[in-house]
């Protein structure tokens, strides 16, 4: 059982009768699978809408229900804002594309498929060559907790400095990362760029990424400033993570963006 946080005292309404996002009950592992795949097509697209393109780079997945040794990936060399679920492929942890037919992205094989293997709760996993996101993990430094929107972090993520920078091609490289997921949801790769993981949604784990790059560009706006920011105490921070930091809060943050590509954008589910 995943452990949710906090669903209730400051985002769950108590008045009944509201419309409110209900988190979804499957009845067969089909209707989980087609969720999960519609859900890492509404993913890809939100990372389209966020300019998180980078050439082929970036790489999102999320485990097949009824097989769980295999994950659902977005195609090599398609743009985040082309995916679909016909385009979707099915990847083991060799790298071997089980359904599809386009080929799977070499270092998202290596990163994804060492951190599922190793973390059997994981879920779903987020990457991409973001601009401020990169920016900031150039200087192996923690986002720091001066923002509520940087306590969701807050003792939930850490920096890897090892193979730093260089291409995650080879499978230490996915086994370092892998390692330091542990009890985490995300992670700066020095000189590399942003991880998210989730152990319970693909929701969850888009939107957090979504969120780490916006504080990484807080980050370093305010460092550019030159002003000294005022650190939110180590208490209050633990606090606020608590409440907004957790998986579904994370999952309910990404209702929203669900909802708008719903609408502007129906063709993801060709």
Known sequence: MVDLGNRVSI??????GLIFPEMPEFATVEEERQHRKERLV????????????????????VRDPGRPELYWTNPMCVHFDKVKLSNLILVDHEGTVVEGKHAVNRAGFVLHANVHEEHPDILAMCHAHTVHGTAWCATGRPVDPITQDACAFFEDHVVIGDHAGAV???????????????????????????????????ESAAFWFIALERCCRQQLEIAASGVEPIRISDDKARYSR????SEYIGWLHFQTIWNQLVDDQPDMFD
Do not use: M
Request: hydrophobic share 40%; proline share 2%.
């Open 11 to 16: 985002y769950q309404p108590e008045q009944e």
């Open 42 to 61: 509404a993913a890809c697209r939100a990372f389209a809408l966020q300019g998180f393109d980078y050439g082929f780079a970036g790489h999102l997945t």
């Open 168 to 202: 995650a091609v080879e499978n230490h490289a996915g086994s370092d990362v892998s390692k330091a997921f542990k009890g985490v949801k995300a992670a700066l790769h020095q000189n590399h760029g942003l991880l998210t993981a989730s152990r319970h949604s693909i």
């Open 242 to 245: 608590e409440h907004v930091g």
